[in-house]
């Protein structure tokens, strides 16, 4: 059987891909897939390698059952291009930062994350708002729209395994 890896790529790694791997690692780990599908996250910029995840993240998230106090920003580099079947990026920005690194023998799935969203209600979004500047309903629209994509993206995943 085939292990499967996803990495989720934000600006700064303390927000949205954060949120998006403890949500997509807790998806993985109910459904028994822990030893079939790795989960990473990582940021294209450098100002908070090491540090936790902001703390709004990391309580919006503990209030839906995630735990993410354990993940640490990095640094996404060109060898998670050789790593990764999927990376999945939360905005357009992310997107073209990554095209621009050495990626063109990637053979895997390189995407916005919300590409996998299934819910009608969030067809206005193609990326994961920032909510580093907004107040509570910013990261609760985040971990609304991070589980719907997470959901789907699952399944087609499952298929493959």
């Known amino acids: ?18 949120t998006a791997h403890a949500v ?7 459904q028994g897939l822990s030893d079939q599908i790795y989960v990473d996250s990582c940021g294209t910029g450098d100002w908070h390698i090491g540090h ?29 291009f050789d790593q990764f079947d999927y990376i ?15 990626c063109q023998n990637f053979t895997g799935e390189l995407g916005l994350f919300l590409d996998f969203c299934r819910n ?15 107040g509570d309903q910013g990261f609760s629209l985040v971990l609304d729209l991070i589980e719907d994509a997470s959901a789907e993206l699952l399944l087609q995943i499952k298929d493959r395994l």
């Open 1 to 18: 059987m085939s292990r499967i890896s996803v990495l989720f790529v934000c600006l700064g790694n303390i927000c949205r891909s954060p």
């Open 24 to 30: 997509f690692q807790s998806m993985v780990d109910k």
């Open 52 to 80: 936790a995840p902001d703390s709004r993240s990391q309580q919006h998230a503990l209030n839906r059952g995630y735990q993410m106090d354990n993940l640490r920003a990095r640094l996404v580099v060109d060898n998670d």
């Open 88 to 102: 999945l990026v939360m905005d357009k920005q992310n997107l073209a930062d990554l095209k621009a690194m050495n």
């Open 120 to 134: 009608p209600n969030f067809s206005d979004y193609s990326e994961v708002p920032d909510p580093y500047y907004s």
